[in-house]
């Protein structure tokens, strides 16, 4: 297929078929919308592969190589089809399930790989540390490990905030799934799921070419997740020794049973964490890096959301109840996940043959739908490619049309926590600091294991807060995914930096 910068991103509708793609034609296999290609493509660069597959076939289309085929729908339709019906399609996790027995395979059996009767089960009893009266318990510590992060911010250093986010939300997912009195094993645990999701993506190409392992990286994968289930035992160990206090969700989900009495086994809690940890920590990191971006980017939405933080909050780090009094903060958020979607796909499997659109599907096919793909289609958003908050004054789009944390039966239990999160910090660091983009700086995003991150991290300069707001021209493929706009003062110096 064509490499992620070809064609023009912004165009919209169906640009037409590049001349290195070579498209099914209806004399030679039927009106199916089919490209043949490299199956690889897909998890090597996830956006350019389903925009270019988008372009040429619109809502439904499939890539196949040799006879395999994946699918792929797009928009609010398919969206609906595919989330609603979890009988029809199954989750198919990224990871790669190992050995039976194994840790890997215990690691890998958390509410995201799950199915049927049983997702229902875990589902409710783990859905328990994340109701509303549960999370807002975490707001005071939320604003104080936010405090204690800008302790060594100064105006004049070159940050890169990337890092800076990961940092802290392993800080703040570590305490949150884990508790605030084992701070040193928490994070331990944070860092190993991190490298071990990392190994499971970078081994199993998002679990999508099971032949590709490489045998002494998969003895490494089986390695890291025996040293990962270790410490999650340990703090399971620990929390199960002091059964009725701690409000940190292990020690929730220890204590909670579903509606005939039963509890999670010690298996069924090392799958929860793991994913929880897994599925909390880089999205709402890669969140909140690229809100500040885009903020950075956009100097008059910055000084609006300057004023409206400081005119209610006043310098200070949000109470529960100032989160409902911050319109454009939301409106912020929400464009932030609209453009650059932390998870930009998702895949699903279906355990029996069907008929998808045009398509006839055998059992166990691949099916893929894209928050990256419907929330930047022009008949849902105008100027998709355009990071505008003030469009949600008057939009309202329907929950399979803008959905950051998808939707149906297998929606994220975490968006309440993460929209908290994210407010919260946002809240108190954009009241502190300033920032902006070093110009010139290489601007990169990728999907990793359907998560849009970036690549080569964020370099900001930080800045006092009577500095004024100031965007910058910046280099990378991050063209290809918002369209951004620089002061006329760097157009001319934009090609001797490139
Ligand atoms: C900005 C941050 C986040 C984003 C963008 C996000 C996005 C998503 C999406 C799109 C799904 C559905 C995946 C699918 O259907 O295949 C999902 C599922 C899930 N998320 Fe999140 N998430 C975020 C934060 C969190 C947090 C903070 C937690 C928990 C601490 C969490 C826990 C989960 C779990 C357990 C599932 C699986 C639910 C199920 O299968 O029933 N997520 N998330």
């Not at 958003?381 to 990071?387: E, H, K, L, M, S």
């Not at 994220?412 to 108190?428: D, K």
Request: hydrophobic share 40%.
């Amino acid at each position: 297929m064509n490499s992620p910068t070809s064609g023009c991103p912004f165009s919209g509708g169906n640009t037409p078929a590049s001349p290195v793609t070579k498209s099914c034609s209806p004399s030679d296999c039927g009106p199916l919308p089919v490209t043949h290609g490299n199956l690889l493509d897909f998890p090597r660069d996830p956006i350019a592969c389903m925009r270019e597959l988008y372009n040429q076939h619109g809502n439904i289309a499939a890539l196949e190589q040799d006879g395999t085929r994946l699918y792929f729908a797009f928009g609010p339709q398919y969206n609906q089809q595919v989330l609603s019906d979890p009988k029809s399609f199954h989750s198919r996790f990224f990871a790669i399930r190992g050995p039976k027995n194994s840790a890997q395979r215990r690691l890998t059996c958390g509410l995201l790989s799950m199915n049927g009767e049983d997702h229902k089960r875990n589902r409710r009893i783990v859905m328990g540390p994340f109701q509303k009266r549960s999370i807002e318990t975490y707001c005071g510590s939320l604003a104080g490990l936010s405090e204690q992060m800008l302790e060594g911010w100064r105006p004049g250093q070159v940050r890169n905030i990337f890092s800076d986010m990961t940092h802290y939300m392993l800080r703040v997912t570590s305490s949150i799934l884990f508790g605030f009195d084992q701070t040193e094993l928490a994070y331990s645990i944070g860092e190993k799921t991190e490298r071990w999701v990392r190994m499971n993506h970078d081994l199993g190409m998002g679990s999508m070419l099971p032949n590709a392992r490489n045998p002494a990286e998969y003895e490494q994968l089986l390695t890291q997740a025996d040293a990962l289930e270790a410490e999650i035992l340990k703090m399971i160990a620990l929390r199960r020794a002091s059964p009725t206090e701690g409000n940190d969700v292990l020690s929730l989900l220890i204590r909670a049973h579903d509606d005939d009495g039963a509890k999670l086994t010690d298996n069924e809690l090392i799958g929860q964490a793991a994913i929880l940890f897994a599925a909390a920590h880089l999205t709402t990191a890669n969140t909140l890096t690229w809100t500040l971006f885009l903020l950075a980017q956009h100097p008059k939405v910055a000084q609006e959301l300057f004023d409206e933080l400081t005119g209610v909050l006043h310098g200070e780090a949000p109470k529960l109840e100032q989160l409902e009094q911050l319109p454009l903060l939301d409106r912020v958020i929400n464009e932030s996940m609209r453009v650059l979607p932390a998870s930009s796909y998702s895949q699903r499997t279906n355990p029996e043959p069907m008929d998808l659109g045009p398509f006839h599907l055998p059992a166990g096919s691949m099916i893929v739908f894209s928050q990256f793909i419907t929330h930047h289609m022009e008949s849902l958003f105008d100027q998709p490619y355009r990071f505008m908050p003030q469009r949600w004054k008057t939009i309202e789009p329907s929950p399979y049309a803008f959905m950051p944390f998808a939707a149906g039966p297998k929606m994220c239990i975490g968006a309440s926590l993460a929209m908290m999160t994210i407010r919260i910090t946002l809240a108190t660091v954009w009241q502190r600091v300033r920032m902006s983009v070093i110009p010139g700086a290489n601007i990169n995003g990728l999907v990793t294991s359907t998560m849009l991150g970036p690549t080569t991290g964020m370099p900001m300069l930080l800045m006092g807060t009577k500095s004024p707001y100031t965007n910058s021209w910046v280099r990378g493929n991050i063209h290809d995914l918002v369209q951004l706009d620089w002061p006329e003062s760097q157009r001319a110096g934009k090609s001797n930096v490139a």
